[in-house]
């Protein structure tokens, strides 16, 4: 049981705990404040496998940007009910036994994977990354623009009171 | 091959002048006086003087015909290069003559007949860009460049037809006309990717060498040629696909002149005259082409007998002559029915421009509420008069040499049927000339007031008028001269003229002929109409039945349009009643019941409502669950 | 000559061969010197704050032509001290219909990732804690928690004025955030790294022997990305031409009105702190880090250069009145973001021109962690981690 | 030592959390929030793959970074329509949302 592997049990159980909380918890604002931990220990994977520019830009983006987000609208949409009411319906049987079985499945299938052993020391990886994005991912990543560009006025669509 | 300014010889300019004006008319048009009249009028007549340009430098030996322009490349498909090709030969050369200067002379003529009409920007664009389709047709080198013209061209007839479309009439012919001409459009279409198919090819020339060096069977040139002939047939208002043009007329009359008279017409015998290497490979063909057109216009010359409307005489008139011309082909008659058309275009806009000088002035087109119109319109009686007298082929005038090409021709294919139609044809078109004139201009005066402030148009449509009529009067002599002759009526190579003996009483017959029709129309038609009347009594039923164009509208509706609306009603309730009802449905029916074995009413009432959203995603997470089992294993 | 950095990095290497000798693995001890180097940090980022509230009361006084606190101590200097056992003695009151356990993470959230923002700062030669290549996004990411942790405290105190504060705030922060990062832009283009240790050093050099090369003073650029940056620090920490969240006059000071004792002492410190990480980092990226003549060790240039921002920051509350809440996102969305914008394309432009033949991006291999000043043990932890 | 299989596992673990709270919660934030579960455990999935069987390139990495951004763009359009629903009809819980139905 070495230092990592123990590093590895101890994330990833943090981790599942806050998702469960996130998916059961009648307050949702608290459910918001577990996904915020929860994603916080993905970017604390993220480092762990080697992406030090993705652990810091997925903690900016996320946890800074969307969860903030998140949080706004939970605050604005506080409908007395909210805190009180069983969050889930009553499907939420054959939802937990489709979630258990498509769990189940990718974990047998994933089970057996063999990966290399030794692989090379971590290096930083942002100067990479951007010759990347830049050279052989420059396409994608300017038609991103474009969809994050439809998304904000989609967003400014929706989301303004209209005077009608 | 670079595209470079010097390759555009001034013939690609002809098609492309009038293209560009009828885009930027819509655009400019407020600005523009009159509307953009003036820019569409300085297009054409642009055009004009090139071909005029065109036809001294073929004059004075400059310019060989046939001349071809190097092609500038279009796209190209598989191996097949489209271009963008132009050709110039005697037959071309002439249609563009008469296209660009009628086109110009009708275009003057609606300054003054449409200057108090609405939408005149939309008029002179439609015209334009008619013009320049029309000129596509006749100066393109490959049938996929003249198809594009003709679709141009019957675009255009549609828009011009439903000209003022808050008339409801005029709207129900404009799509009357498409329909027609689309279906014979589509005979059209099956003759081009026959002609890819097996010659592969649209040139003309490459198609004419293909044919030439033999080895293709006899009926795949039938099949070709009388595919060609199905666009003829909608394009030019012959037989079945003919009840288009009559209702065309609803259309303002320089349009009618322009369009249902010289040019679009026209252009079905100038296709069958541009493809005549392929109608006379198939002697079937050309016996069909004969018959159709003799058919057509003695039906057609019949139906000019019994019409009260002015414009319907001559529309069956044009119909009835288009025949006259498809039968000269028919019967290898090339050199006679191509000056026969060029002639006709001249007389027959005329007439209709004569025709809308008196609708203009008298407010309708009933020719038995007009009467003695000669005194207060001297010009237009006398121009009227000189094209009737064109059209019923009388010695001088331009139509006699033409047509009597045509019986010539007829004569040497030893078609003794064909013949006697003929000669009946020419009877009928002498005498429903001559009654028109005789009711409209000569006889009493019918109604008083509409006589009382007649009075005779503006310069602006006379002048064109008698320009026309110089036309109809000198062109088929100046056409038949040796010279002009030789370079504009030279049939296509391999066919030799049947250059035979004519005697002499072909000719008499057909002159004396015209001369008793005239003679029997004017005679019945001025003065007193007591005869008339009694004459009326005892032929009422074939009078009445030809006045209803034997009932082929009715028929039409009966025997085609009834039942293809019932096959639509049946379709329609097969895909409700069937495809409907047990598949979209029965599936939700499925899904509901697979779930929450509750309707939604149950489950609101319980109190739970069954989320459909939810449904949906967990039948797609179940099914992603049998998938990932299903090939897991 | 009293160069502190050196000395410590032989201290813990002594200390980790100690520990070897000891029988733990080579990863146990490099992780266990780590948590001492961080213990060792935190204890004197803690300590700055009380100089600084001290500082701020002492300089707002004199702005004012006052004295400000003399009795505690000579010069008032035992004033902070008096005032944190005065907070803890406070009774810690937690409001009757908020969320107990929100009320305290909310501090938590707000007061936590300030101390690991300072990881990457470099004090001076041989000094950065762990010397991280992401280290401006690094810093910019962490701080970004702390937002979260406003928007916690706005809910988790129950009352509307709270939350209100707390959605205001939070708007500010995360509007904010953007052109401060944008204006970093420039310095790390310039640079063609993100490690602030890099950054520093390449501002070592000198113009014509005796101007530094400090970004600052690059005409133009240099000012342009400074105002936006600072004007943007002030935003984000909240000081007062920008703290709306917890204006006294309208919302009962904010967000923090519910809270007591030392909670709400932790609240202060975060912002204290915050105030000198921001100012640190200008000192990093404009004014050359720890950059400075012999005569003056150089963590003691470093010190003395964000003392001099943190004095700017302190000058800046008495001086500009309070910005209305559209007025300060006016603000921002339509003066400072196009501002930085422009920068970043003026900075392009120079940096073309400037070197128009080399590569303006270097093709920097990725520099081997081990070469540049950080403290050795770094490469270790890396290798460790990965066995 | 973490091996790929351990990162997919709990990649996997999280992703079906995910899908329970998307089938099973009546809120649409909190739909919404399960999705984010989701991206998340994908993403993980890909920094996996792209570090144990391509260590030297990048692309998984640079793959994730467009992830998180898409992620962070529907998500804004999903809330913003979460608004929109919430000021009209002033309830959020996702079974009463069956306007396009019957």
Request: aromatic residues 12%; hydrophobic residues 55%; proline residues 4%.
């Given at each position: ?17 806050f998702?469960?909380v996130v998916?059961?918890s009648?307050n949702l604002f608290r459910g918001a404040m577990c996904l915020t931990a929860s994603m916080g ?22 946890v800074?940007?969307?969860m903030v987000?998140i949080l706004?609208?939970v ?90 | ?633 | ?98 969320d107990?356990l929100l009320?305290l993470l909310a501090?938590i959230l ?35 928690v702390?937002?979260l942790g406003?928007l916690a405290a706005?809910w988790g ?231 | ?32 929030m ?69």
């Amino acid at each position: 049981m070495t230092l990592p592997l123990g590093i590895f049990y101890a994330l990833s159980a943090l981790m599942i705990g806050f998702s469960l909380v996130v998916v059961t918890s009648r307050n949702l604002f608290r459910g918001a404040m577990c996904l915020t931990a929860s994603m916080g220990f993905v970017a604390a994977f993220f480092a762990l496998l080697g992406g030090d520019f993705l652990a810091a830009s997925q903690l900016l983006i996320y946890v800074g940007g969307v969860m903030v987000l998140i949080l706004f609208v939970v605050m604005f949409v506080q409908t007395p009910d909210l805190f009180r009411a069983r969050q889930t319906s009553v499907r939420w049987i054959p939802a937990l036994l489709l979630a258990g079985g498509v769990g189940a499945l990718f974990i047998r299938a994933f089970c057996h994977i063999e990966s290399p052993t030794e692989l090379p020391v971590l290096q930083p990886t942002s100067t990479a990354l951007g010759h990347l994005l830049l050279g052989d991912m420059a396409v994608p990543f300017e038609v991103i623009s474009l969809v994050l560009l439809a998304a904000l006025v989609g967003a400014l669509v929706f989301g303004l009171e209209r005077e009608s | 091959m670079i595209f470079t300014f010097s390759m555009i010889s001034h013939l690609f300019l002809i098609p492309i002048l009038p293209f560009a004006a009828a885009f930027l008319i819509p655009i400019f048009g407020r600005w523009l006086p009159q509307r953009g009249a003036w820019l569409s009028i300085a297009a054409v007549m642009a055009s004009f003087i090139i071909a005029l340009d065109l036809l001294l430098r073929v004059g004075d030996g400059s310019l060989l015909l046939p001349h071809a322009v190097t092609p500038v490349p279009w796209f190209s498909v598989g191996l097949y290069e489209f271009v963008w090709g132009f050709q110039l030969d005697g037959l071309s050369l002439l249609m563009g003559l008469i296209v660009t200067g009628v086109s110009l002379l009708i275009q003057i003529y609606s300054l003054g007949y449409m200057s108090d009409a609405p939408r005149l920007k939309q008029y002179f664009a439609s015209l334009s860009l008619f013009t320049s389709g029309m000129l596509l047709v006749v100066f393109s080198d490959n049938y996929f460049q003249l198809f594009i013209g003709w679709e141009l061209m019957g675009l255009c007839s549609y828009l011009l037809i439903g000209y003022d479309w808050d008339r409801e009439a005029a709207g129900k012919a404009a799509v009357k006309a498409f329909l027609t001409t689309r279906i014979g459009d589509l005979g059209f279409y099956a003759a081009l990717l026959t002609i890819f198919i097996i010659l592969g090819t649209f040139n003309f020339v490459q198609i004419e060498e293909r044919l030439l060096d033999g080895g293709l069977s006899s009926w795949a040139i039938t099949l070709m040629a009388l595919l060609i002939f199905g666009g003829v047939v909608g394009k030019s208002a012959q037989f079945p696909l003919h009840v288009w043009l009559p209702d065309a007329m609803e259309g303002p009359t320089p349009v009618s002149a322009l369009i249902h008279s010289a040019t679009m017409v026209a252009a079905g015998v100038y296709l069958t005259a541009r493809s005549y290497v392929l109608f006379s490979g198939s002697p079937m063909a050309m016996h069909i082409v004969s018959w159709v057109g003799g058919g057509t216009s003695l039906m057609a010359a019949l139906f000019g007998v019994a019409t009260r409307d002015i414009k319907r005489m001559l529309a069956f008139s044009t119909i009835s002559q288009l025949g006259l011309m498809l039968l000269g082909l028919g019967v290898s008659g090339y050199s006679g029915s191509v000056m026969h058309m060029a002639t006709h275009a001249a007389f027959k806009a005329l007439l209709f421009l004569a025709a809308g000088s008196v609708i203009h002035a008298v407010h309708t087109n009933d020719i038995w509420k007009m009467g003695s119109l000669s005194k207060q319109m001297a010009v237009t009686f006398t121009v009227f008069l000189f094209g009737a007298l064109a059209l019923a082929a009388i010695p001088p005038f331009a139509g006699f040499f033409s047509k009597d090409k045509i019986i010539e021709n007829i004569y040497l294919a030893h078609q003794p049927g064909l013949l006697a139609l003929a000669y009946s044809v020419s009877g009928l078109t002498a005498f429903y000339v001559f009654r028109v004139i005789g009711l409209v201009f000569l006889g009493q005066p019918k109604e008083r007031d509409r006589f009382a402030h007649a009075h005779e148009s503006p310069w602006v449509m006379t002048i064109p008028m008698i320009i026309l009529a110089f036309f109809a009067v000198s062109f088929g002599w100046i056409l038949s001269r040796p010279s002009i002759f030789e370079t504009f009526f030279s049939a296509p190579l391999h066919h030799a003229a049947l250059e035979a003996a004519i005697p002499a009483w072909v000719m008499i017959t057909a002159n004396s002929v015209a001369v008793g029709g005239m003679g029997l129309g004017l005679f019945l038609y001025t003065g007193d109409l007591t005869r008339v009347e009694s004459l009326a009594r005892v032929f009422h039923p074939i009078h009445h039945f030809l006045f209803r164009q034997a009932y082929l509208d009715e028929a039409y509706e009966l025997f085609l349009l009834r039942p293809v609306r019932g096959l639509a009603a049946g379709l329609d309730w097969f895909d409700r009643q069937i495809i409907d009802r047990i598949f979209v449905d029965g599936f939700k029916t499925i899904a509901d019941e697979l779930l929450s074995r509750r309707t939604p009413e149950e489950a609101t009432a319980s109190g739970e409502r069954s989320g459909r959203i939810q449904n949906y995603l967990m039948i797609v997470t179940f099914a992603a669950l049998v998938l990932l089992f299903w090939n897991s294993h | 000559m009293f160069e502190i950095g050196p000395l410590l990095i032989q201290a813990f290497t002594y200390a980790r061969q100690f520990l070897t000798t000891l029988g733990a693995t080579p990863l146990q001890a490099v992780v266990g010197i780590k948590f001492l180097q961080t213990t060792l940090t935190i204890s004197i980022i803690l300590a700055i704050p009380l100089f600084l509230v001290y500082a701020e009361r002492k300089i707002s006084a004199f702005m004012q032509a006052r004295l400000g606190p003399m009795h505690t101590g000579p010069w008032g200097l035992l004033q902070t001290p008096a005032d944190t056992i005065k907070l803890l003695f406070k009774e810690d009151i937690v409001p009757q219909g908020a969320d107990r356990l929100l009320h305290l993470l909310a501090v938590i959230l707000a007061a936590a990732p300030v101390f690991v923002c300072f990881a990457p700062v470099p004090w001076g030669t041989g000094f950065p804690l762990i010397n991280l290549d992401t280290g401006i996004l690094f810093v910019f990411a962490v701080s970004g928690v702390s937002t979260l942790g406003i928007l916690a405290a706005g809910w988790g105190s129950g009352n509307k004025f709270s939350m209100l504060g707390g959605l205001r705030g939070a708007a500010q922060m995360v509007s904010y955030e953007i052109p401060r990062a944008l204006s970093v832009v420039p310095v790390v283009l310039f640079y063609s790294s993100l490690n602030l240790q890099t950054i520093a050093t390449a501002q070592m050099e000198r113009w014509h022997g005796w101007m530094p090369k400090w970004f600052i003073f690059y005409p133009g650029i240099g000012q342009i990305a400074f105002i936006v940056f600072l004007i943007a620090s002030v935003a984000e920490t909240n000081r007062i031409p920008f703290d709306i969240p917890e204006a006294e006059s309208e919302l009962v000071s904010g967000y923090h009105t519910e809270y007591s004792g030392m909670k709400f002492a932790f609240f202060f410190l975060a912002e204290y702190v915050y105030v000198f990480l921001s100012s640190a980092l200008v000192t990093t990226l404009f004014l050359g880090g720890a950059d400075g003549a012999a005569f003056l060790p150089s963590w003691m240039w470093f010190l003395g250069k964000t003392l001099l921002i943190v004095f700017l920051f302190l000058w800046f509350r008495w001086t500009f009145p309070r910005l209305r809440v559209d007025r300060l996102m006016q603000f921002c969305w339509q003066f400072l973001l196009p501002l930085a914008l422009v920068n970043i394309v003026l900075t392009v432009g120079w940096m073309m021109c400037k070197t128009p033949s080399q590569d303006v991006l270097p093709t920097q291999a990725a520099i081997p962690s081990s070469e540049m000043h950080g403290s050795p043990d770094d490469a270790g932890l890396t290798k460790a981690v990965e066995k | 030592m973490i091996t790929l299989a351990h990162m997919l596992c709990l990649s996997a673990i999280l992703f079906s959390i995910g899908i329970y709270g998307v089938l099973a919660r009546k809120s649409l934030i909190a739909i919404l929030m399960s999705v984010e579960l989701m991206f998340n455990a994908a993403n993980i999935n890909l920094v996996a793959f792209n570090r144990f069987l391509y260590p030297d390139s990048l692309w998984g990495q640079g793959l994730v970074l467009l992830v998180i951004t898409v992620a962070a763009a529907e998500a804004v359009v999903g809330l913003a329509l979460v608004i929109a629903i919430y000021r009209n009809t002033k309830n959020l819980n996702a079974d009463d949302l069956h306007l396009l139905h019957d």
